[in-house]
Structures are given as structure tokens and as C-alpha cells.
């Protein structure tokens, strides 16, 4: 066996074309195997790492090589004798069309066009999609490896400017029935969907289809949206703008587990809606099965399924009781109870303290001083040494209810109150005495209490449950039903403070720019599409150092 190589300077083809130029190389007789791909780092790495390894190359990552492996080398010079004619003809078909050079002139070819289809390799992409902002359009950013910091200022702008940008590394979405990227062919219907999760899109709109309903709009946020740094900027602007369609009657919110604050935001966003919403983030429990308008699923087969049904069911309007304000601190005599109730909260409350975190963040500095929303777990070590365990002793709960009480932020107090034998004889005759206390001193305070126990406890479950009622507690049976409620009364007001997106791009036709693989061009114009193929070359050869030379050039003119 042999192996030659070849590398073109300064040729650029998407990856498509790559692919089928690699297949066409690797059918040839006695060609064993081929590679063709652009001459970056990590694809020089990856030759090496599958057996194609090349001679020390003076490659660039705009370069294109070719790698044949053949039975002798009169076949490998053959094979790579024939790329030209192998690159002529794919491109016999498409040529034909008119394609400009750049997005301006496609802009000005097709002026009706609201989006920009861009999948150029990453490096590239950040600028096509500010071009793009600058000539008014929302993108579709498919491509992948765009930096997090030109992400956050693409999506920055967008929001300033009533644009939307989906992605980067965004691989599908449903527009006015048409499918960008990856898409299932769906029937239109009263669902929308926002999704930092492609593959969760599909399936869920696919679902939904073979439910019997149909997709309103579907969008992409791209993977890293509901990161913390990103702050969930698309997926606020696909909320908001679902929120005010016409067409749409429920809304299904998906994601991979998101950061703890933008997972906060995001649901107070979807409770501003007057619609229900579906809610799944994959992996992140949950704080009830339902909290308002919002439906939580354990899945994405239950999230299609729940949006069907509520399709069908007239919505209920919010309740018109208001939140309660400040923060809340939560009193567990047992750490099974405090994770749990931190385990639900954590997605309605930020920031969210405890000394028996869930991860690094939620670590509370100092145990003995809370901070905004906090959960303690006072049967933990740091709490009980010399002293009781809280089960058997009240002195520190009490001590540390009055703190907390007395602490003006403060706007709900969560405790357990647990029976049985081994615990204090009569825990609600010393603790509904200091409720009591505490609500007489501030009127706007609640407690809450979480009563475990049985008819057949020593404490006399029913006695205990009426001296803490008694006190101006709210009682729940379960931790979960006592997060479904301090839920939704610390759900935190929310008001979209950024342009809308104008809703009469939506539900219409739609025309769109395409930059990058023309597979994606060629799928457009089957699903009936007005769009145009920009025939997109990297800016100055892909040499960047002169490609930073126009962009500044650019800038200052």
C-alpha cells in the first residue's frame, strides 16, 4: 500500500463537498481508502489519528489536502489526477443558477429575504452573522466553534435591535412551517417551541405530529444559550415572541439541564405568559408537576403529550394573587428533607444558598449567617457538636427562627416538623409559640411547615398539626407539595425590557439567504423556498492576518 497527498493553498469547500469528493476518491479501482478535508489542526490530529499520517505539511487551516491510500502508486496518482474533474462534476448543476459573492448582493438579489442560513466554518461565522445584524436580518447560525464571546455579542445586538439569532451550533428549527438545518417535515398547528436541544426539537415536533397536531414555530437556541454567561438571550426573545403569536396556543420550553439562574429566569418569563407552557430541562428536577401555567414533563415524549392535551383545554387565566417578597431560609431538622426542598427550588429561586449544596456555588460562606434564598440543614455536624441533635432539641431552630425573623428581607421561613419516636415529646408546643411570635411582629412574614408523621406517633399528629395551624402556619404533608407553594409564591416577577421581535415575519412565507453548505440551499428550494446561495470564499483567502486588516478597514469606514 501507498499513500499521496496533495494541498491546494487557499481553496475553500464546505464540508459537503468534502465529503462527497472523499467517497468519490475512495470508489476509484485500487484506491483503499481517502481524506479530504481542510488542513486545520484538529483535522491534522484526526488524519493522524485514523491512519493517514502525512510528511511534516506547511499547512494552514485554509488550505485543502488530499490523502489517497492506494495499492500502488500509478493508482494513487491517478486518483488524485482526477479531483478537478471529480469537483466539476458536482458542480455542474448548481452553477448554472446565479450566486453572488457576498451577502450584500444576495441581500440586494433577494430584498425580501428576513434570515440568513449561515454554516461557514466557525472561525468565519461570527462575521457573516454580524453582516448579516447590519443589514437587518435574524440568522440561523449552524455553524459550530464560534467563540462564547462573539456569541454574547451577536445575541447582544440582536436583542437590541428586535433581531433573533438561533445559535451558534443551532441544528434545527421550524419557521413558518419550513425547516432550517435539521428538520422533520411537521404539520403546522397551535404548538411552539423553544429548544436548547436540536435532537429534543425533532423529537418533540415529531411527536407532536404523530399526536395530531402541529408545530405554530419551533426555534433553536443553540446549546450554549442557557448558559450562565449567555443568560438564555434567545430562548427570552423566542418566549416573549411565542408569547404574543396569535397562532400559538401552548408553548413547550426545552433544554439540556440549564444554569440555575437562567433556568429562574426563564420560567418567570414563561409564567408572564398567559398561555400554558410545557417545561422539560432535561435532567433537573422539577418543583411540581404543575405551578401555575406551567406543566413540568419528566420527558420529551411527555412534554409532546402534555402540549397536545392542553391544546384542547381552555386556558385558565393566572391567578391574580401576587407573589410574596423577600427571600426565603429554610430550617430542616434533617438533611434528606433540605436537599430535596433544594433539589426543587433551586429552579424558581436564585441565588440560592446552603451549607448541604448541589454544587460549588450554592455553598453558603458562613453557616451561621444566611444569605439571600438559603436552606440549612441544622442536624449537620457544624450544628451539633455539644448540643442535641434539632430532632430531639429545639434551642438552636428557635434561636435561629427569631434570627431570621427578625431580618427584614427575609419573606418566608420553610421548617420541617418531624414525628415519631426518638424525637421531642411535643415539638409544635415549642415551636408554634415562637411562630406565633414571629408572625404578631411582622404581618407580611409566612412559615411554613412540613409535617412528617403518622396517627400512631407518640406526638399525636393531629395535635401537633393544630397547635402549628394555630400559629399562623401553612402545613403541607410533603416536601413536594411545600415546594409547589413556596414556588409559586416567591415566583419572581418578570417584564421583557428589550424590543420585540415583529410578529409580521411570522406566519407568512419566508425567504432566506443561504452561507455555506449548499445542502442546506438545496433543502430550502424543496420545501418551496424563495432563497438565493451566496457562493461564499473565506475574506482574503482565509489569510488572517489580512482578514484582520479589512475587518478593522471595515469598522473604521
Same mark, same amino acid.
Given at each position: ?7 491546494? &493553498? @487557499? ?15 475512495? $470508489? ?31 499547512? =494552514?487551516?485554509? #488550505? ?21 474533474? *471529480? ?16 451577502? &450584500? ?16 466554518? /466557525? &472561525? ?11 443589514? %437587518? ?41 419550513? @425547516? ?11 404548538? /411552539?417551541?423553544?429548544?436548547? $436541544?436540536?435532537? %429534543? ?25 442557557? =448558559? ?10 423566542? *418566549? ?65 403529550? *402534555? ?10 387565566? &393566572? ?47 458562613? $453557616? ?12 449537620? #455536624? ?31 421561613? *420553610? ?10 415529646? #411535643? ?25 412528617? %408523621? ?25 416536601? /413536594? ?22 410578529? #409580521?415575519?411570522? %406566519? ?33 483567502? /482565509?489569510?488572517? =492576518? ?8 471595515? =469598522?473604521?469606514?
Amino acid at each position: 500500500m501507498v499513500s499521496q497527498h496533495e494541498l491546494r &493553498r @487557499g481553496v475553500y469547500y464546505d464540508s459537503v463537498v468534502l465529503m462527497q469528493l472523499q467517497r468519490s476518491l475512495a $470508489s476509484l479501482p485500487e484506491v483503499i481508502d481517502a481524506a479530504v478535508v481542510m488542513a486545520t489542526p484538529a483535522n491534522l490530529e484526526i488524519l493522524d489519528a485514523t491512519g493517514f499520517s502525512v510528511p511534516a505539511l506547511d499547512a =494552514k487551516p485554509e #488550505d485543502l489536502l488530499i490523502v489517497v491510500k492506494a495499492e500502488s502508486e500509478q493508482a494513487a496518482s491517478a486518483a488524485l489526477s482526477q479531483v478537478d474533474n *471529480l469537483l466539476t462534476q458536482r458542480r455542474s448543476t448548481i452553477a448554472q443558477e446565479y450566486q453572488p459573492r457576498s451577502l &450584500r448582493a444576495a441581500a440586494a438579489a433577494l430584498p425580501g429575504a428576513g434570515w440568513v442560513l449561515i454554516s461557514v466554518p /466557525g &472561525r468565519y461565522a461570527a462575521d457573516v452573522a454580524r453582516q448579516a445584524l447590519d443589514l %437587518g436580518k435574524n440568522v440561523f447560525l449552524y455553524s459550530d466553534n464560534v467563540d462564547l464571546a462573539d456569541e454574547m455579542e451577536l445575541k447582544q445586538s440582536a436583542r437590541d435591535q428586535g433581531l433573533l439569532v438561533m445559535g451558534p451550533d443551532c441544528g434545527t428549527a421550524n419557521i413558518n412551517g419550513v @425547516g432550517l438545518g435539521f428538520a422533520n417535515h411537521v404539520r403546522q398547528g397551535e404548538i /411552539g417551541i423553544v429548544a436548547a $436541544s436540536g435532537t %429534543g426539537l425533532q423529537a418533540v415536533s415529531s411527536a407532536i405530529h404523530n399526536l395530531g397536531e402541529g408545530v405554530s414555530q419551533a426555534f433553536g437556541t443553540g446549546g450554549r444559550d442557557l =448558559k450562565g454567561e449567555v443568560g438564555g438571550i434567545t430562548a427570552l426573545q423566542a *418566549l416573549d415572541l411565542l408569547g404574543r403569536d396569535p397562532a400559538t396556543n401552548t408553548v413547550v420550553l426545552i433544554s439540556k439541564p440549564p444554569a440555575a439562574s437562567v433556568a429562574t429566569e426563564l420560567l418567570a418569563a414563561a409564567q408572564s405568559i398567559d398561555k400554558p407552557v410545557v417545561v422539560n430541562f432535561i435532567g433537573y428536577p422539577s418543583p411540581a408537576r404543575h405551578l401555575g401555567n406551567l406543566h413540568f414533563a419528566a420527558g420529551l415524549d411527555e412534554a409532546a403529550q *402534555l402540549a397536545v392535551d392542553l391544546t384542547d383545554v381552555p386556558f385558565a387565566a &393566572r391567578s391574580s394573587e401576587q407573589p410574596a417578597a423577600g427571600y426565603l431560609r429554610g430550617l430542616f431538622s434533617g438533611g434528606t428533607l433540605a436537599v430535596e426542598a433544594l433539589l426543587g427550588l433551586q429552579t424558581t429561586l436564585a441565588p440560592l444558598y446552603s451549607n448541604v449544596p448541589l454544587n460549588p456555588e450554592q455553598r453558603l460562606p458562613n $453557616s451561621w449567617q444566611s444569605q439571600a434564598h438559603t436552606i440549612l440543614d441544622l442536624g449537620e #455536624d457544624e450544628f451539633t457538636q455539644g448540643r442535641l441533635h434539632p430532632m430531639m432539641d429545639n434551642e438552636l431552630r428557635l434561636r435561629r427562627l427569631r434570627q431570621e425573623s427578625a431580618d427584614p428581607e427575609v419573606g418566608l421561613i *420553610l421548617m420541617d416538623v418531624v414525628l415519631g419516636e426518638g424525637s421531642h415529646p #411535643d415539638l409544635a408546643s415549642e415551636l408554634a409559640p415562637a411562630i406565633a411570635e414571629a408572625r404578631d411582629q411582622r404581618a407580611d412574614l409566612e412559615v411554613v411547615a412540613i409535617v412528617v %408523621g403518622t396517627d400512631e406517633d407518640p406526638q399525636d399528629v393531629d395535635a401537633q398539626i393544630a397547635q402549628l395551624n394555630e400559629a399562623g402556619a401553612t402545613l403541607f404533608r410533603s416536601t /413536594g407539595e411545600a415546594v409547589a407553594y413556596v414556588s409559586q409564591r416567591l415566583r419572581q416577577p418578570y417584564r421583557y425590557a428589550y424590543p420585540p421581535i415583529p410578529l #409580521d415575519q411570522f %406566519g407568512a412565507s419566508l425567504s432566506v439567504i443561504n452561507v455555506g453548505l449548499e445542502s442546506f440551499y438545496e433543502s430550502l428550494k424543496a420545501q418551496d423556498v424563495d432563497t438565493i446561495h451566496v457562493d461564499w470564499r473565506p475574506p482574503a483567502g /482565509g489569510d488572517e =492576518k489580512l482578514m484582520s486588516i479589512l475587518a478593522k478597514m471595515r =469598522k473604521e469606514s
